[in-house]
Each structure stands twice: as C-alpha cells, then as structure tokens.
C-alpha cells in the first residue's frame, strides 16, 4: 500500500542504513520502496543504478571467467592434437639432413637420415627382386623396357600414360626413393610450424603408390629417441586412376611399414578415378573432411590438359577440405618454370611471381613455400659438373643402384636428389 508517512519513514531509514554503510538493509529498504508503488528519491534512484551496475559488472566478470575457461580449454586440446616441434629433433634433422637455409625461400639438402633410408631403401630392393622373379627373363626385359619408355617421357616433358604392367615397379626404381625424400621434408617442415595434428586426415591425389603416406611414416620414424608420439591417427586417401599403382603401394606398405613398431594408426581407403572424367557431384569423397589435400608431381605438360585438372583440383578443394585445412603441392622446378616460359634465375622475385601466377590457376592462397635444392643453387648444373657434385656431397642409394644396372642398364649411381618446390596454400 502506498503510504505517504510509511514511505518518508523508510526512505529516512534507507538514507541513515547508508551512511552507516548497511548495505544490506539498504537493499531491503530499497526493494520495500519498490514494492510500495512509491516514486523513488533522486538518492534512491542513484542507489539503484549503483546496485545496477555492480550486477552488471559482477555478471560480465562471470562470464569472462567461463570464456577463459572454455578458450584456455580449448587451446590446451588444440595443442593436445597438435605434434608441438622438439627442439632437440629438429636440430638433428637439420644436421643429418644438412639443410642449409641459404634464402627466406631457398633450402638445400645434402643429407640423410641413413638409419631410416638405408632399411627402406633396401627392403623395397628385397621386394622388387622377389616381383621380378616371377616372371621369366626374356618377358621381364620386354615389360621393364615398355614401361621404363612410359615414365621416361617425364624427363621429356611429356605426360606418361602409366598403363603398363610394370609402370609400378619401373616408378619405385627411377622416382619413387627421391619423391618419398621430398615428401619427408615437406612434412618436416609442416611439422616444424606445428601445423601437423596427430590425427590427420589426408587426400592424395595422383598418389601413385602413396609416395606421401610413406613420406610421413619415415618421418615420423625418425622422431623415435626424441619424444613420444601421441597415439597418432592417419586417414589416408589415395585417388589414383591406375589400380596397379595402388596395389603395389598397399603391397609394399604392409611388408614394410606394417613390420615396424609404431603407435601409427594408419587408415586407408582407395579410390581409382581418373582426373579427367571426374564427377564432383557423384563422387564419395567426404566433405569438409581434410587437414591436408596434396597433389606431389600431378601437374600436366599439355596446357589443355593442366586447364581441365586445375578445374577438378579447385572442385575438390572447395567441397572436401576443412576450413581450417591446407593444401600441400610439390611440383620440379624445370616443369613450374616452363608452363609460364620463364627461364629459373637467382631471382626471388621473378620466382614469388611464378609461384602466385601458380597458385591463382588453383585458387589458393599463399601460406609458404620453400625451394628445395641439392645444389643450392636456383641455376641448373651442366651434366658433368652435377655428376662431380653428387660423387662428392649427396647421399647414394646404395641398394637401387645395382638393380637399376641389371634391368634397366643404368651406367651411373643414382642419388637422393632434389630440385623441388614445396608449396603451403590454403583456399
């Protein structure tokens, strides 16, 4: 009831609890004037703004407190995911590697971690000659000429047809050692920006053999002494148009890889199409489900036919790549250069030019790249003198050497080399 007496008695009473500093009565006063109907005091009025405000502010502190909580929660499980680079690592594979920062771009190895490539390098040997020995000799012969002159149109310029029987065992000869070398690095490098999860999901396409699933098992050997690997997961897909190619690569894996103590999980799943009767709404691909999407030497000679696989790669990454993914590209140097009639130099900034005009035909942006060289040098050595050169600094591959000598009659030892751009986008 509004009581005018009742009402100056309690404003007299609310107006003496805060000189005493009774706030709490105060309050109740306050809240007793409210409920009466009676108009509030200018003193009542500004009492109930401060009390106002100090609700305001005790409730944004809340809040703020619950948001630091979910964000600190948040980032400590990111980085629970996220294999964070050993120091202590990272020093050894760049000393064994011997990498040689020589500019922001430029990278050169002429290293190895001998105690990984070696047992790889001679287990694939094992299995190659176990391959060849089922097959007589006169035929062996014919089939490793026909595809050795296949792949051989690379050095050409040309794009090989891969459709012979032997295409597969031809590749882990003359190119397979060298890509998964670069592909190591590549995924060193990733890691080293503590961009790599330890569950991933991945899409290679044009994967050939899975060159960057074996990439990524031997580099994440090597960290064995250094640290312990959190329980790590790869979901692997391989989009290749030839099956063989497949084959012998899930083939190989399980003799080696599988052999090997390791907490990798590694999940694969295959899917044979070819590039060029892609179907973007009938194809199963998940969507929205890879961290990185790579494409390792998969781009065309033939301008026609690099315009219609730069169409399907765009279709891919727009519906299959998580919005936080990356795309990961590995092209030679030789082929980046001549698709834009440029000749290569030790001009950085004619090669940033190149490498942006590249990534536009995909529509990508730029996140790094890194010029991966033997020589260390943008400019190519004549013949003669990259012989003496690989004699003298790079490592040998000691076991596929005298196989190349016997079948394919190969006169040199054959090196791990690299002339490579590795290029870090993101749509």
């Known amino acids: 009831m509004n009581n005018p007496i009742v009402n100056w008695w309690r404003s007299q009473q609310l107006k003496l609890s805060l000189k005493r500093g009774d706030i709490r009565r105060a309050v109740q ?10 108009t509030f005091s200018w003193l009542e009025k500004l009492f109930r703004d401060k009390l106002q405000l100090e609700r305001y502010s005790q409730e944004y502190k809340r809040q703020t407190e619950t948001l630091t909580k979910q964000l600190t929660e948040a980032s400590q499980e990111k980085a629970n995911l996220i294999l964070m680079p050993d120091a202590e690592f990272v020093k050894y594979i760049y000393k064994v590697f011997n990498l040689i920062q020589h500019d922001e771009y430029k990278l050169q190895s002429t290293g190895i971690d001998e105690r990984i490539f070696d047992d790889f390098e001679s287990t694939l040997v094992e299995y190659l000659k176990e391959e060849f020995s089922k097959i007589t000799d006169k035929q062996l012969f014919i089939k490793l000429e026909d595809a050795f002159d296949d792949i051989n149109n ?36 990733i890691y080293q ?15 050939g053999p899975g060159t960057v699933a074996y990439g990524l098992a031997l580099f994440l050997q090597s960290s064995s002494g250094f640290f312990d690997i959190p329980e790590m997961h790869i979901s692997y897909y391989s989009l290749e148009k030839q099956d063989s190619f497949q084959f012998r690569g899930l083939q190989f894996w399980r003799r080696y890889i599988e052999s090997r103590l390791t907490t990798v999980n590694a999940y694969f799943r295959f899917v044979t199409t070819d590039l060029f009767t ?36 765009k279709q891919i990454f727009a519906t299959s790549l998580k919005k936080s993914g990356y795309i990961l590209l590995i092209v030679q140097d030789k082929k980046l250069f001549k698709v834009y009639d440029v000749h290569q130099a030790e001009n950085q900034e004619q090669e940033k030019n190149v490498v942006h005009k590249f990534l536009a035909e995909l529509g990508l ?22 012989g003496k050169f690989a004699r003298e600094k790079l490592p040998k591959q ?29 749509k």
């Open 278 to 313: 892609w179907k973007s709404k009938s194809n199963n691909l998940p969507k929205d489900f890879f961290d990185f999407i790579v494409i390792s030497h998969c781009f065309f000679a033939d301008p026609a036919k690099r315009v219609e696989a730069n169409n399907t790669y």
């Open 154 to 189: 690379l050095k050409i310029g040309h794009d090989p047809d891969y459709r012979f029987s032997l295409t597969p065992h031809v590749y882990f000869m003359k190119y397979f050692l060298e890509n998964v070398y670069c592909v190591y690095l590549a995924w060193f490098l």
């Open 29 to 38: 006063l306050l809240q007793e004037i409210q409920k009466s109907g009676a």
């Open 365 to 386: 942006e730029l996140v790094w790249y890194k010029y991966l060289t033997s020589t260390g040098s943008r400019t190519a050595l004549s013949g003669a003198n990259f």
């Open 193 to 207: 920006d503590a961009l790599l999860p330890s569950k991933v999901n991945i899409l290679d396409i044009a994967a």
């Open 398 to 426: 000691l076991y596929m050497s005298p196989l190349l000598q016997q079948y394919i009659g190969q006169k040199h030892q054959s090196h791990y080399t690299l002339d490579d751009y590795v290029i870090l986008a993101k």
